[in-house]
């Protein structure tokens, strides 16, 4: 029984907002590492989204090595904290240099792989079954094994719209939304699966800039808010700047005063902190421990009135 050395996991689109419809099935978008699972002779092997092996950095993991030989699971390797998965807690266990450091993290920030779809069943493929059809033989598969390594993804039929706004709620990051009658095709970004991601949008003082080595354009802008007399550093946001608009900001940002005021947080070290008299308008995901903005898109830019 011989599964493949890899396989390209199958990639969603995103989504405008939350839907119903009867021909999708909606789950839980983990906040992870994609990780498909290869149950073979000898044990477990692990793959993430890069062809990577990584079962050394998840020796916990190797429960799945109990599960039926011959099966590859598509899933996602989670820590979890509040029944939610953590991705700050998680980007730790990423961190391991090698694998004593990785068992010794195990202990305090135990993963969990949160299994989605059913790829090879007893050695054979079955990745042109309906995604129904496959996520029920992964339930049956799972079910006798589920424990705090392993976890079935459960999902709702149709209601998207109410299930995404209960598990962001729950402080989820968002649904995946998967066509009930689809195959599995690896490596291609389909609309068979989309991503509906939570978004939060807010407006933040420009309170610096990040120079673009070598050039005169912005690497990135910084972004703050007044807090107590002082501001408080949000993070940078370069998604959504333009080549011409870098070189613009730059400009004019390079010719403006210092800030002269304190800044809370950890601010770059080449970060050029200058009174800009601007305000972004930004999307981002959420906030991080450390108060910073989670994958910020700048949307626009406003002069704040003298």
């Not at 339930?139 to 094994?145: K, N």
Request: charged share 30%; glycine share 10%; net charge positive.
């Amino acid at each position: 029984m011989s599964l493949p050395e890899r396989i390209a996991p199958m990639l969603a689109r995103l989504a405008a907002r939350p839907f119903d419809s009867p021909a999708y099935l909606f789950e839980v978008k983990w906040d992870g590492t994609r990780c498909l699972a290869f149950v073979e002779r000898g044990g477990v092997r692990l793959q993430n989204r890069r062809f990577h092996r990584i079962e050394w950095r998840y020796p916990e993991l190797a429960v799945l090595a109990g599960l039926e030989r011959g099966s590859v699971l598509d899933g996602e390797v989670v820590v979890l904290h509040e029944g939610r998965a953590d991705f700050e807690r998680l980007q730790r266990r990423e961190q391991a240099p090698d694998p004593a450091r990785a068992a010794a993290l195990a202990r305090v920030l135990p993963a969990t792989y949160v299994a989605f779809d059913l790829l090879y069943e007893r050695g054979r493929a079955i990745l042109r079954r309906p995604l129904e059809e496959r996520r029920e033989r992964l339930r049956a598969l799972v079910a006798p094994r589920q424990g705090p390594a392993l976890l079935f993804s459960e999902h709702v039929a149709g209601a998207g719209r109410r299930f995404f706004d209960e598990v962001t709620a729950a402080g989820h990051e968002g649904v995946m939304a998967k066509r009930r009658d689809s195959p599995y095709l690896p490596g291609v970004r389909s609309r068979a699966w989309l991503k509906v991601k939570a978004q939060r949008e807010g407006r933040f003082a420009v309170i610096g800039y990040l120079p673009r080595p070598g050039e005169a354009a912005v690497s990135s802008l910084l972004l703050g808010e007044r807090a107590g007399g002082r501001w408080r550093y949000r993070g940078r946001v370069a998604a959504g700047l333009g080549e011409r608009a870098r070189r613009a900001l730059h400009a004019e940002l390079s010719r403006l005063p210092p800030l002269g005021a304190p800044v809370a947080g950890a601010v770059p070290a080449r970060a050029r902190l200058v009174r800009t008299g601007l305000r972004a308008r930004v999307r981002y995901q959420d906030l991080t421990r450390a108060g910073l903005l989670r994958a910020p898109v700048l949307l626009g830019l406003e002069r704040v009135p003298a």
